[in-house]
């Protein structure tokens, strides 16, 4: 069964710190996919990005990183100059193939609360 | 506009009552999912829907029904409302010509019901 991890709950830091969100997932599947999404204040849930287990590279966008180890299954997520604007909640997500379905069963983490103080 | 609607976007309803929450979108996507957002559990899956004819559970789909009227529409019911199913509930769309698990999901902005 797919899971997915985010051990911080919460973390709060002051403008312009750089921050990291951690993710760890477990998967038995060798084709899988990881995503990130960042709910602010309003409520609503925008995607940012989407990783294949083929492809390690890391990605930038932005004041925005992304590391994706599959040695460590981890799929952390990094806030560079952190922005009061940044302040939401973000979830981390697996998807893999259910039993050849070809449904990608989205399965999230519980979500860290970030805090960014002006 | 959004993509992906919901209404309403609050409701409050009490215990024993039937209610509808509704989704469209004209993103043309075929796949439509709704879940439940519960503080410190993430987003949990109700139903899913492939296209109009094919409509399958999710992991907590019990005291949820849906409906598909059609490929951009998609609504959950409630049959008989009680106070656990207070949470925020999103919908949200998938192009299944990205198929398989690749497939990027598109969120609605969220309903919230409180049932007294």
């Known amino acids: 069964a797919q899971k997915v991890t985010q051990a911080q709950t919460e973390i709060s830091v002051v403008e312009k710190e750089d921050v990291t969100l951690d993710c760890v997932y477990e998967?038995?599947?060798?084709?899988?996919?990881l995503f990130w999404y960042k709910q602010p204040p309003s409520g609503e849930l925008v995607f940012l990005i989407r990783?294949?287990?083929?492809?390690?590279q890391n990605e930038i966008s932005g004041r925005y990183s992304w590391n994706f180890q599959k040695s460590t299954s981890s799929f952390n997520f990094t806030i560079t100059a952190s922005q009061v604007v940044d302040s939401a909640v973000y979830f981390c997500?697996?998807?893999?193939?259910?039993?050849?379905?070809?449904?990608?069963?989205?399965?999230f983490g519980q979500g860290t609360i970030l805090t960014v103080h002006p | 506009d959004a993509d992906v609607t919901q209404t309403p976007r609050n409701r409050i309803t009490k215990t024993g009552k039937r209610i509808m929450l509704e989704c469209s979108q004209t993103?043309?996507?075929?796949?439509m999912y709704w879940y439940r957002q519960d503080p410190g559990l993430g987003l949990r899956l109700i139903y899913y829907?492939?296209?109009?004819?094919?409509?399958n559970k999710g992991e907590i789909s019990d005291g949820y029904s849906v409906s598909r009227q059609a490929q951009a529409k998609f609504s959950l019911s409630l049959e008989s409302a009680i106070p656990n199913q207070t949470a925020l509930y999103f919908c949200?769309?998938?192009?299944?010509?990205?198929?398989?698990?690749?497939?990027?999901?598109?969120f609605g902005p969220g309903t919230r019901l409180l049932v007294l």
């Open positions: 949200a769309t998938s192009d299944s010509r990205n198929g398989g698990a690749k497939e990027t999901q598109y």
């Open positions: 998967t038995r599947d060798t084709t899988y996919y």
């Open positions: 990783r294949n287990s083929f492809d390690e």
């Open positions: 997500a697996l998807s893999e193939d259910a039993g050849g379905t070809s449904y990608g069963k989205l399965t």
């Open positions: 993103k043309g996507h075929d796949r």
């Open positions: 829907s492939f296209d109009v004819k094919d409509i």
